[in-house]
């Protein structure tokens, strides 16, 4: 309803359903597909790593939650 205006698609209403869609398909045929295109996606960006700092390594979270455990037994 937004390409056409609203007395061209009074015909269709009373038309059977397979008329309809061949309607539709021979529409469908003459679209032009590039203009319905969007932009090409751009290259992925590997991920930055940080640099090691030797001051704040990494610890994991399993590793500190055991050593939690271990302090709290008596």
């Given at each position: ?35 319905c295109s ?26 500190l939650l ?9």
């Amino acid at each position: 309803m937004i390409a056409l205006p609203l007395l061209i698609w009074h015909p269709f209403a009373q038309m059977p359903v397979a008329a309809f869609a061949e309607s539709l398909k021979a529409w469908a045929t003459q679209v032009d597909l590039k203009r319905c295109s969007c932009s090409p996606r751009g290259t992925k960006e590997l991920a930055k790593k940080e640099p090691f700092d030797p001051k704040h390594p990494y610890v994991a979270t399993a590793r500190l939650l055991k050593q939690k455990e271990n302090r709290r037994l008596p």
